[in-house]
Structures are given as structure tokens and as C-alpha cells.
């Protein structure tokens, strides 16, 4: 129970703040602007593009353009994003793995 505990501490002590996680994918796309005689309606694309995707339960995720200055920021904020995940599935496994009294334990410590 003890290195259950010092598991959990050691894997919540490296998350991140949450002001820096940005939860999505970036995405990079070329467009299609629609004038008849620009290159695009050959198929030679205007971009690339960088588009943060953002998930929405039950409809078509819907794409935010960050600006190419903004690019690594914001890809830096989706990974951490990514870790943080990571982690708290850990944690969660480790507060499944407690039966019972344990588990309930587990679960008001701080």
C-alpha cells in the first residue's frame, strides 16, 4: 500500500500546470481558396496550414487555425496535454489495483 501510495505521488508530482495543456491534435492542411484560375484548382495547394483539431462529442471535430508563430507553442501545450493523460491513466490503474477498504482509502488520500 506504501509504494502504492509513493507511485502515485512520484506520478502526479510531474504534471503540469494546467493553463499550459491544450487537449487536441495538430493537424497541418493545405486549402483550396476557389477561384477558378488559381493554382489550387490544378491541385497545387495554398499552405501548408497548422490547425489545432479539437474533438466534439457527437459532432465533426472543428478545426482552429494557430498562426505560424504560434506553432510550436501550441504543439508544445497538445504534448504536454498528451503526458498528462498518460499519467493520470497510470494513476488510475494504480487506484484500481486497491480492493475493498484499501481501495477506498486510496481514493481520499491526498
Given at each position: 500500500?506504501?509504494?502504492?501510495?509513493?507511485?502515485?505521488?512520484?506520478?502526479?508530482?510531474g504534471?503540469?500546470?494546467?493553463?499550459?495543456?491544450?487537449?487536441?491534435?495538430?493537424?497541418?492542411?493545405?486549402?483550396?481558396?476557389?477561384?477558378?484560375?488559381?493554382?489550387?484548382?490544378?491541385?497545387?495547394?495554398?499552405?501548408?496550414?497548422?490547425?489545432?483539431?479539437?474533438?466534439?462529442?457527437?459532432?465533426?471535430?472543428?478545426?482552429?487555425?494557430?498562426?505560424?508563430?504560434?506553432?510550436?507553442?501550441?504543439?508544445?501545450?497538445?504534448?504536454?496535454?498528451?503526458?498528462?493523460?498518460?499519467?493520470?491513466?497510470?494513476?488510475?490503474?494504480i487506484?484500481?489495483?486497491?480492493?475493498?477498504?484499501?481501495?477506498?482509502?486510496?481514493?481520499?488520500?491526498?
Open positions: 500500500m506504501r509504494a502504492l501510495r509513493a507511485r502515485r505521488r512520484r506520478l502526479a508530482s504534471l503540469s500546470d494546467v493553463e499550459a495543456l491544450l487537449r487536441g491534435t495538430v493537424v497541418t492542411q493545405g486549402r483550396r481558396c476557389g477561384k477558378e484560375n488559381c493554382r489550387c484548382a490544378d491541385g497545387q495547394l495554398h499552405g501548408p496550414y497548422t490547425y489545432l483539431s479539437v474533438s466534439r462529442p457527437g459532432r465533426r471535430p472543428r478545426l482552429v487555425y494557430v498562426p505560424a508563430e504560434l506553432t510550436e507553442t501550441v504543439s508544445g501545450q497538445v504534448a504536454v496535454a498528451a503526458r498528462v493523460e498518460t499519467v493520470l491513466g497510470r494513476v488510475s490503474r487506484l484500481g489495483l486497491g480492493r475493498g477498504r484499501h481501495r477506498r482509502c486510496m481514493i481520499g488520500m491526498t
